[in-house]
């Protein structure tokens, strides 16, 4: 009952199987755009590749298209004027339900192996990738490639082998043999297919276009379902790349490719309609609370997996590094310019300060240190462009202006604009940071998305505990952090996290950024507070996105 | 990281665990009253603690009691006469919460180990909660017995089982070590902590109201969560037997009892309000459509685990054992008066009339000796009362009289009220047979719960099969089945059923029946179709009751 491909890439999926079970440090694919991995012309060839989409049709041979469709705007201010199909919804979706037979009978193997080859092709695409995601979302160049392209192949690979796991706990048939004392027993042959639920729905982000994808697209896909992948109106190419491959693969394979298919459209009501198909019975979505909220509420027919919007937060009570938390927050908040979902938003500070192997530094001190040490981590233009990228959205600019005005917070470190000698026309920015009070909520518990942070004064330790337990609580978050070198400290913080259900980060102060989340091994999101409803990636992100149908029959 | 009673019941979990992967046949708890199993005084025992109840308060030492409620009506017309304590929903639930703290850090062993002895504990009770489950649901002796004690013992075990599964592949902790190229690794030290979701609400139906009920309890209550048993109107003492026993369990091992409790509303308001209610994160229920919807669309906040109804049907096309199959189907018809989920309502049969051993059989032969094999079984009055039971609410009674009223199809068997020796107040029917043509769909494609089936004129085998398709599609079901002596038959209903999503039971003319589901290796329902949106039990029945908080820290 095996496949080809499963066997091809065998090694690959025992290693992602291990993995999810000790989860511990491991990847598949190589993080480090290395010549030796990738080849020695990789990197030319990939650029070439990007280069040769811009200012052409993507062609993807999809069924229902009725024209042509792009004006993605670049962060960094180059021409993308790539033009992608527009196909009727309901022909994607038939397209997908009709080649849901096939794909069923591939089996769990079959779809795995399958799944396994398309994250190694795009593996190789992964230059290509970065660069499409770099010039869609703003990213700096290194973020593009290995959230891009390895770091999103590893989280689809995890939700393949989280996928794969559930299925084979099901045996595809059983002898049930029932004693009836002295009588003979009763004997059935049964058997247990593992089927797709119906058409998946996965709503890209404009940020992380594949690293937020992937999870949820693997998961569907190799549970049985057929896909449609909505991208984001702004980064559509990583997702058009990703689709083409999948489907060239599915066609080699002979599945019908429009198992999968992606899905481009100009107004938001198209969405909307998509997604609350019948036919349509799961919607993976990042992004906005609004539209978010929309689709729980409204998608009703299917299961809806949302990673939302959070204000993620960091208690700061002592440290015997305060130079190096300082620096860790630094490139936390500088990251992308702070447009991660995982970036910090409240850092809270005790009002009457903080221990530090240094001394005690006052609320102003901490504050005024911290935006020293922005500063300083930004100090050098080749480093603050590698680091920021460029702003992803009109939005963020707004957002940045309206913090840098003042009236959200003192303004303790103003955001400036940068000019990137190699993107003339890249919109960069410094982070922000605020200081306010805790009793200030208006202002610092909403996202507000992007390098605006405020360092939210509070009575004490105790009080910014329960306050980051009730930001959680009402407001989520995705990642909270803690300074303490304090064991009552970090064990109150611990009882927090678990009532609020939220990832925590003890006092980082090296080379792991409390916004950073290794596939495998750390979770991301816990399904548990406002902030997501799911998490990449557990047993419920996959269980739920197949069913089991049994039949039996006398021997 | 064990617990004594994860010890003591080892060999039970291990049995439960290998019977979820292999699902051939096993059972933890006997089905047959037997002394040897159960002791020689077990029966007069179970006898006399049930009597012990009737026509007394039942205090459960809840907090927020403010009275107390009964009213359950025997339909074998028994004085019951049980007061039950009525508490604050509030209470039970801010009790509940408290209470998750300790249950958590009993950890998945603890957890596990308190369910096993629970069950335990249950199942030594089996006799007292048979009589219970008997007096208030009208079912006969040996089905609340096998159902009401070992069986629902068995899915509870089963649920278990499935949480124990998921909840360990969740590492408790581990390092994670990051290669540097020549710089030294990062190391983190991780924590994961398997953490409930909240309060679990699990409403329980009225002719099952422990087999329906264990499933989602101990699914909750093994994954971490505090539980409130809401039980049916008229079916509390087998719950109010359940969670004193659960609670006296938990006393003795350190927990707070208040984990876990009863909640007996009068008015429907209270159910609702506690479904809604912010603090409850998930609701398992059987019952209504109506109800089942309305939680579905109100209870948001929460998941919601439902078991609402359907039109089950079976496909004749032909048969090589026609006997057989028409003494298999009466069994099924008449068992406890057809009040089953998984009772089939409608048969389909081509116009044209089926082959058999015998030679072809018309559709009306076929209407006529189904009719007489119903009368065959039900001829003797010991084994009439003893498979049919009692007529289990007023509802169901006046289901038969419409159907005998000839408005609903051609009465080709009427029902007929029956006389209990034992029980002069029973109300005992005879199942109804209807027979309708498949245009009239009003009459057979809604569920009407009882003795009710429709022996529907298909126009041929090929309609029936897509007619069963529709069926379950649109209006849902539990089962299905088909009698075929065609391979290719048996294949285009077995690809009907992967696309509607429903078990299959396949020319079943033995001691196996189409209503009967066996924990272990029946997934009752698929959760795939409008009868169920979840399977008893699978991973996706119990993977999104708990949440995974993790910690991280350099090392």
Redesign the interface.
């Known amino acids: 009952m095996s496949h080809p491909l499963l066997e091809k890439h065998r090694a690959t999926l025992d290693g992602a199987l291990n993995a999810i079970?000790?989860?511990?440090?491991w990847a598949a694919y190589n993080e480090m755009p290395s010549p030796k991995t990738y080849g020695e012309t990789a990197a030319d060839d990939g650029k070439k590749a990007f280069d040769a989409h811009l200012g052409r049709q993507f062609p993807l041979d999809q069924p229902g298209q009725t024209g042509w469709h792009g004006g993605e705007v670049s962060p960094y201010g180059i021409d993308l004027q790539v033009q992608y199909p527009v196909c009727e919804a309901e022909a994607l979706i038939a397209a997908g339900q009709a080649a849901m037979?096939d794909w069923?009978a591939a089996g769990a193997e079959g779809r795995a192996g399958i799944c396994l080859e398309i994250l190694d092709r795009l593996n190789r695409q992964s230059f290509e990738l970065a660069h499409a995601v770099m010039m869609t979302t703003g990213q700096g160049w290194m973020m593009a490639f290995q959230a891009g392209a390895p770091h999103a192949q590893d989280r689809g690979l995890e939700a393949v082998a989280y996928a794969y796991r559930?299925m084979k706990?099901?045996?595809g048939e059983?002898?049930?043999?029932?004693?009836?004392g002295k009588n003979p027993p009763?004997v059935?042959k049964?058997h247990?297919?593992v089927?797709g639920?119906g058409v998946a729905l996965v709503v890209g982000c404009g940020t992380f276009p594949t690293w937020n994808t992937y999870p949820g697209l693997f998961a569907a896909l190799a549970t049985g379902n057929a896909v449609i992948v909505k991208p984001h109106s702004n980064a559509i190419l990583p997702a058009a790349i990703t689709v083409r491959t999948i489907r060239a693969v599915l066609a080699e394979n002979g599945i019908d490719p429009n198992l999968v298919s992606l899905c481009v459209a100009a107004k938001r009501e198209t969405t909307q309609r998509l997604a609350t198909h019948p036919a349509v019975k799961s919607v993976d979505f990042t992004g906005s609370n609004v539209f978010g909220q929309w689709l729980?509420?409204n998608a009703?027919q299917a299961q809806v997996y949302a990673e939302l919007a959070g204000v993620n937060n960091i208690v700061i009570d002592s440290t015997d590094a305060y130079k190096a938390m300082l620096r860790n927050l630094a490139f936390t908040l500088s990251l992308y310019s702070g447009q991660m979902c995982t970036t910090s938003q409240a850092i809270l500070v005790p009002a009457g300060g903080i221990d530090t192997e240094d001394g005690p530094k006052s609320y102003d001190e901490v504050c005024a240190d911290l935006a020293k040490a922005v500063q300083g981590f930004l100090a050098k233009p080749e480093v603050a462009h590698a680091v920021l990228g460029a702003i992803q959205s009109a939005d963020t600019l707004s957002r940045i202006e309206l913090a840098s005005g003042g009236e959200l917070g003192k303004v303790i470190l103003a955001s400036t604009r940068l000019e990137n000698p190699e993107f003339p026309k890249a919109e960069v920015r410094t982070p922000v940071l605020l200081a306010c009070d805790a009793a200030d909520e208006k202002a610092y518990m909403e996202e507000r998305f992007g390098p605006i942070t405020f360092v939210v004064k509070v009575a004490d330790t105790a009080s910014a505990i329960a306050l980051s337990e009730r930001i959680v609580s009402t407001h989520g978050a995705l990642t909270v952090g803690v300074y303490s070198t304090r064991a009552e400290v970090i064990d109150a913080m611990?009882?927090a996290?678990?009532r609020a259900?939220?990832?925590?980060?003890?006092?980082?102060?090296?080379?792991?950024f409390v916004n950073q989340s290794?596939a495998f091994?750390?979770?991301h999101g816990?399904?548990?507070n406002p902030a997501a409803n799911a998490?990449y990636a557990?047993?419920?992100f996959v269980?739920?996105r197949f069913?089991?149908?049994?039949?039996?029959?006398?021997v």
């Open positions: 079970h000790t989860r511990g440090y037979a069923q559930e706990f099901v045996p059983t002898v049930w043999e029932k004693p009836q009763l059935m049964k247990f297919e089927v639920r729980i509420d009703r611990t009882a996290t678990w259900k939220v990832a925590l980060s003890i006092n980082l102060t090296g080379g792991v290794a091994s750390d979770y816990t399904g548990g998490a557990d047993s419920a269980a739920n069913r089991v149908v049994q039949r039996r029959y006398h």
